[in-house]
């Protein structure tokens, strides 16, 4: 199944939650771009410290959502917290909805979400510290280890990973969905 992913992320990203659904992703065969707003690297965040560089291998100005089967938003305090301040990213990110292709985020990657403004009426859940950003932008939040509404996979934390990746992957699979929108 020759699927393409794109993850955005920038510096500030949790580590495990774009190496874990990213290794998930290439075992099931797919090919995972990651996608920054600069070229080079970017740096990773692990328990409070700054981590591992991982590799760019497009920018955000040099894709569309027609290019990708699917997008993946990691989480982290810092990452989205630049992202939704980027209107390439979240162009971007409210294209794939548009598309009706799978969205997934984790923790604090519905940040993203709420600036592109598309978390309006859909069951959700994060990282408990946005819940209510969340429910201000229209969101039905849950606190459960993983949410799927119609193409559109939401999680809490890294420990909601294997969950999430399972999911991610099957809403993949499935490809475009009917009734997800923006």
């Not at 992703?25 to 070229?39: C, L």
Request: net charge negative; with cysteine.
């Amino acid at each position: 199944m020759n699927k393409r992913i794109a993850i955005i992320a920038t510096d500030g990203f949790e580590e495990s939650e774009l190496k874990s659904p990213k290794e998930a992703m290439e075992k099931e065969g797919f090919t995972v771009d990651i996608i920054s707003e600069k070229t080079g690297s970017i740096k990773a965040w692990d328990n409070g410290n700054w981590s591992n560089e991982y590799k760019v291998d497009k920018t955000i100005d040099n894709v569309t959502a027609d290019e990708y089967n699917a997008l993946v938003l990691p989480g982290g305090v810092i990452n989205p917290d630049k992202l939704r301040r980027n209107t390439d990213a979240l162009n971007l990110v409210t294209d794939f909805f548009k598309q009706k292709k799978p969205v997934a985020a984790i923790c604090h990657g519905p940040q993203i979400l709420i600036s592109a403004n598309v978390v309006k009426g859909r069951k959700m859940t994060s990282f408990s510290s946005i819940k209510d950003d969340l429910i201000n932008a229209g969101a039905n939040w849950v606190d459960e280890e993983v949410v799927v509404d119609q193409g559109f996979v939401t999680s809490r934390n890294p420990d909601d990973l294997p969950a999430f990746n399972s999911k991610l992957i099957e809403e993949i699979k499935e490809g475009k969905h009917q009734l997800q929108h923006a």
